[in-house]
C-alpha cells in the first residue's frame, strides 16, 4: 500500500493523543462514502493518521482531512 509507515518500536503516546487518534480514526472513517469504505480499509487509514502524528501533525481537524484525503487518492 501508499504510504505505509516503517514500524518504530520505541514510538509511543500519551494517553491524550491515542484517544485523539481513536476520536480521529472513527470520524474519517465513519465521513467516508461508502462506495470508499468498500475499496479501502480502516487499518489503512489508522496507519496514514499515524503516520501524520508521527510527524508532528496534533490537530485532528488536519488529521482527519489529511488521511481521508490521501486515502481517497490511493484507492483510484
Known amino acids: 500500500m501508499v504510504g505505509v509507515m516503517k514500524q518504530e518500536s520505541n514510538k509511543s503516546y500519551d494517553r491524550d493523543t491515542v484517544k485523539m487518534m481513536q476520536t480521529v480514526l472513527e470520524e474519517a472513517w465513519i465521513s467516508l462514502q461508502p462506495e470508499l469504505r468498500a475499496r479501502s480499509s480502516k487499518t489503512?487509514?489508522?496507519?496514514?493518521?499515524?503516520?501524520?502524528?508521527?510527524?508532528?501533525?496534533?490537530?485532528?481537524?488536519?488529521?482527519?482531512?489529511?488521511?481521508?484525503?490521501?486515502?481517497?487518492?490511493?484507492?483510484?
Do not use: N, P
Open 44 to 76: 489503512f487509514l489508522a496507519t496514514l493518521i499515524l503516520e501524520d502524528v508521527a510527524a508532528g501533525e496534533r490537530d485532528a481537524t488536519q488529521l482527519r482531512s489529511k488521511a481521508v484525503t490521501r486515502l481517497a487518492a490511493s484507492t483510484f
